[in-house]
T-cell receptor, first 116, second 110 residues
Framework: GAVVSQHPSWVICKSGTSVKIECRSL??????MFWYRQFPKQSLMLMAT?????????EQGVEKDKFLINHASLTLSTLTVTSAHPEDSSFYIC????????????FGQGTRLTVV | KQEVTQIPAALSVPEGENLVLNCSFT??????LQWFRQDPGKGLTSLLL?????REQTSGRLNASLDKSSGRSTLYIAASQPGDSATYLC?????????FGKGTMLLVSP
């Protein structure tokens, strides 16, 4: 199956700093990527849909100025958590879909963010 | 808005048992349904993908069925093993996104 690479797999940062997470589709072009957040023992919650070359679409309640999403190419989307606070500590996962064929979704391995 | 419900939320069984995990969704206008496995602190591993036109898919000891009209899917795990212990997530694909259930946490004891 297709591969989606997410980096870093874990990061610890100080409050007030910004953290960038990368999501790459390695062997297919992903016109759309999705960013999810997962709190402990909770399911994945969609944060935003990232479209190549256009602005991301954020879900209700997600602060677009805090979670900056850039999808500059067909293989790369980035999520930047700006001015991070401890409550932003979570597991972030990206997903890329092939809109041809099966429309199967492929996921990155996730990024564990801890803000101290 | 699509809603996905998984039952049970948690399940504990002894090794060797056959078990069924349930997933229901409210909007039958889907492209496909996927079952994922998630180990603690890890990302998602895709187990099975069922297209909206299909009724079931099989992979090894796993069998997933889909009844789109009633908004239900089941994941059947045969002869469970301790290595099957994980959280199993069901997700449905609509036009623009995926909607996940909250998962079933499975524990298979030796």
């Amino acid at each position: 199956g297709a591969v989606v690479s997410q980096h870093p797999s874990w990061v610890i940062c100080k409050s007030g700093t910004s953290v960038k997470i990368e999501c790459r589709s390695l062997d297919f072009q992903a016109t759309t990527m999705f960013w999810y957040r997962q709190f402990p023992k909770q399911s994945l919650m969609l944060m935003a849909t990232s479209n190549e070359g256009s602005k991301a679409t954020y879900e209700q309640g997600v602060e677009k100025d805090k979670f900056l999403i850039n999808h500059a190419s067909l293989t790369l989307s980035t999520l930047t958590v700006t001015s991070a606070h401890p409550e932003d500590s979570s597991f972030y996962i990206c997903s890329a879909r092939q809109f041809q064929g099966t429309a199967e979704a492929f996921f990155g391995q996730g990024t564990r963010l801890t803000v101290v | 808005k699509q809603e996905v419900t998984q039952i049970p939320a948690a399940l504990s069984v002894p090794e060797g048992e056959n078990l069924v995990l349930n997933c229901s969704f409210t909007d039958s206008a889907i492209y496909n349904l996927q079952w994922f496995r998630q180990d603690p602190g890890k990302g998602l591993t895709s187990l099975l993908l069922i297209q909206s036109s299909q009724r079931e898919q099989t992979s090894g000891r796993l069998n997933a069925s889909l009844d789109k009209s009633s908004g239900r899917s089941t994941l059947y795990i045969a002869a469970s093993q301790p290595g099957d212990s994980a959280t199993y997530l069901c997700a449905v694909t609509g036009y623009s996104t995926l909607t996940f259930g909250k998962g079933t946490m499975l524990l298979v004891s030796p």
